[in-house]
């Protein structure tokens, strides 16, 4: 069976400085990863996505995310947060061998940014 | 384009009524996903079609929750005698394949009163 565990319910930091948002894993297969973010009143957007091309992951608005299978982790930083980075992030496994069909959630991170 | 759309957007009903909600998926994916969102359980996931078709319907929590899809595209999920634990937001996504990106509309918070 997969999972997903988010370290944090919550994290705030100032504006401009790093985020750092926790994510582990487990998983029977070689999984896919991915995290979401949601935005109050709106649907859930795909930030990134770890599909075993590369262990460094580029997503939109500055996020990376590290797939590092020793540690069993997909964590999601970016070097500067910004005002409009403040949402709830999810980590996200789904199994390879079925594809995408069935997405299992984390319990989510909520990113507070402080002015 | 169009993203996919769920109407309506908030739902109010009493406790033993029906609700039925829709999903537009974005034209030409051929896979639809229902997940619900609610405070105790997070982001769980209900069904999932490929075309009219549904080889996972695990998620669905009981007998009074169903769903289909016509015509390879609009989907409805209903619930019947709802309950107030069927209180949460009811999210619709739609991929170009199974195995591709989801993408999710902006849900359908449902109150059972």
């Known amino acids: 069976a997969q999972s997903v565990t988010q370290l944090d319910s919550h994290v705030s930091v100032s504006e401009g400085t790093p985020v750092l948002l926790r994510c582990n894993y487990s998983s029977s297969y070689s999984p896919s990863l991915f995290w979401y973010v949601q935005h109050p009143n709106k649907g859930l957007q795909l930030l990134l996505k770890?599909?075993?091309?590369?262990?460094l992951v580029k997503g939109i608005n500055g996020f990376e995310a590290e797939f590092k299978k020793s540690e069993t982790s997909f964590h999601l930083t970016k070097p500067s947060a910004h005002m409009s980075d403040a949402a709830e992030y999810f980590c996200?496994?789904?199994?390879?061998?079925?594809?995408?069909?069935?997405?299992?959630f984390g319990q989510g991170t909520r990113l507070t940014i402080n002015p | 384009g169009a993203g996919v759309s769920q109407s309506p957007s908030n739902k109010v009903t009493e406790k033993g009524k029906d609700v039925e909600l829709r999903c537009d998926p974005i034209?030409?994916?051929?896979?639809l996903y229902w997940y619900r969102q609610s405070l105790g359980q997070g982001l769980e996931f209900l069904i999932y079609f490929q075309g009219n078709s549904a080889p996972d319907k695990s998620g669905l929590p009981s007998d009074r929750f169903s769903a289909e899809r016509t015509g390879g595209s609009v989907s409805t999920l209903t619930i019947q005698r709802t309950q107030q634990e069927d209180s949460a937001v009811y999210l619709c996504?739609?991929?170009?394949?199974?195995?591709?990106?989801?993408?999710f509309g902006a849900g359908t918070r449902l109150s059972v009163l």
């Open positions: 996504a739609s991929s170009l394949w199974a195995g591709d990106i989801q993408y």
């Open positions: 770890y599909t075993s091309a590369a262990t």
């Open positions: 996200v496994v789904s199994p390879l061998i079925q594809g995408a069909q069935k997405l299992v």
């Open positions: 034209s030409g994916h051929t896979a």
